[in-house]
């Protein structure tokens, strides 16, 4: 079989289209959501490999399924190495996502109707922390704190008399749009004076927490959770960490609690970004994650926004475009149309509606990747600011989306190496955008 064969070229091309556009707007533009990266070649790989033909439920050695001797294999790979990195007791590699090992998590450690404090979603937590159309705001009973009004950073006061006042069965800690490194410690004494639990979702950071420049909250929390494709580079998928004491309740709780089948070969992408992740280039590459973010920031800052909290120390910002007077939706649409990728935020205290709020949030994991640095993140920041302040002006979008298309050549994406085919069928994407 001719391995660089295109199979869905051939065999379905309207998806293959689809693929093949995709690619290019990858190629050619600047991926600056900040919980999206580019796995390496390898990941893709095994992600795209027979693994997804196979059934396993269960665990390695305990499965309900016969011919499991390989993607056990697998399994203990990606639960080794997984533990390795993050200094765990116990690893399930099996959650289909981040929301999933959450669910996981709030299945084995409390009961429907109990009390759980967590962040709130409008000053940058997430929906599975609670909010009122998921099902953990819809199970449980979630009371939210938030940031301070006057530096945007938690507050742990406001914590500490939640915890007091409610009395939670579990407190999270984790967000998706918070700028700042989150005091795992802090939480954690908080738990332990009101007798709940600590989960900590970290999924945003967790490739910091593997390469060492963030806090890790495995040693002071009952449960982490994480997904595996933001900062950590892995395929889409989540985990779930626990003490050894845990360990059997939590596997239950993933399966058969709240999953059925592991999807295996996300398992072995899981595996070998692990494995990735552990070598020492890794922190190198996180650490420049941190360097661009702060020199995109202080250029962004300089240039007449404003950023919450003032900057970041992680790899993402969230920043107020009101100043400019315009909103976060037109800010995410102007920036699409010249290349840019990114999404509207809420910013902690918006008066604006969740659909058109007040800020974007960036991040510079996948620009990272691709090998830019703080060079890059200067020109990028100056773009953005030019087309933010004059929206309208066509002539200025697309002279900046040439700027954009330019730089992206300079710094290929690794998918773009991979199916060549597609990089340079142009005639592809005039198909699916008409
Ligand atoms: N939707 C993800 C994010 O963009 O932060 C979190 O799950």
Redesign the pocket.
């Known amino acids: 079989m001719n391995s660089t064969h295109n199979f869905v070229q051939q065999e379905d091309p309207a998806v293959w289209d689809a693929i093949a556009a995709e690619q290019i707007r990858q190629r050619d533009g600047l991926e600056m959501?900040?919980?999206?990266n580019f796995t390496s070649p390898a990941v893709m790989q095994a992600v795209g490999s027979v693994l997804t033909n196979k059934y396993a439920e269960g665990y390695p050695g305990h499965r309900y399924y016969g011919g499991c001797e390989f993607v056990d294999a697998v399994e203990n790979l990606a639960r080794d190495r997984a533990k390795k990195l993050f200094g765990a007791e116990h690893v399930n590699v099996q959650p289909h996502?981040?929301?999933q090992a959450n669910s996981a998590v709030y299945l084995m450690a409390i009961q429907p109707g109990d009390t759980v404090l967590a962040f709130d979603l409008a000053h940058g937590g997430?929906?599975?922390h609670g909010m009122k159309l998921n099902s953990s705001g819809i199970l449980y009973r979630f009371i939210h704190y938030g940031v301070r009004r006057d530096n945007n950073l938690i507050d742990f006061d406001q914590v500490a008399a939640l915890a007091r006042e409610h009395k939670p069965k579990l407190i999270v800690a984790g967000a998706?749009?918070y700028p700042r490194e989150i005091q795992h410690a802090r939480f954690a004494e908080i738990a332990r004076e009101v007798s709940a639990k600590l989960m900590v979702d970290m999924?945003?950071y967790a490739g910091l927490v593997a390469a060492g420049i963030h806090d890790n909250p495995v040693p002071v929390a009952d449960f982490v959770t994480s997904?595996t494709h933001?900062t950590l580079r892995g395929p889409r998928g989540g985990i779930a960490i626990c003490r050894a004491e845990n360990a059997k309740a939590l596997d239950r709780s993933v399966f058969p609690g709240t999953q059925g089948g592991p999807l295996m070969h996300s398992i072995a992408g899981k595996a070998v970004a692990f494995a990735e992740a552990l070598r020492p280039d890794f922190k190198i590459y996180a650490e420049k994650v941190v360097d661009n973010a702060r020199a995109l920031a202080a250029a962004l800052a300089s240039g007449g926004v404003k950023l919450v909290s003032g900057g970041t120390d992680n790899h993402l910002m969230l920043v107020d475009v009101t100043p400019l007077g315009i909103g976060g939706k037109l800010a995410e649409e102007v920036l699409d149309r010249c290349g840019i990728t990114c999404?509207k935020n809420m910013i902690p205290y918006d008066e604006r509606k969740p659909m058109d709020p007040s800020g974007i949030?960036l991040g510079t994991p996948a620009l990272t990747t691709r090998g830019m640095g703080t060079d890059e993140m200067q020109r990028i920041a100056q773009w953005i600011l030019r087309v933010l302040k004059s929206p309208a002006d066509t002539a200025l979008v697309a002279v900046t989306k040439q700027d954009v298309s330019d730089l992206a050549e300079q710094f290929p994406a690794p998918a773009a190496q991979l199916e060549p085919q597609a990089s340079r069928d142009a005639r592809t994407l005039q198909t699916v955008m008409g």
């Open positions: 959501i900040a919980s999206e996502s981040g929301s997430h929906l599975t998706s749009a999924a945003h997904t933001k999404n949030r």
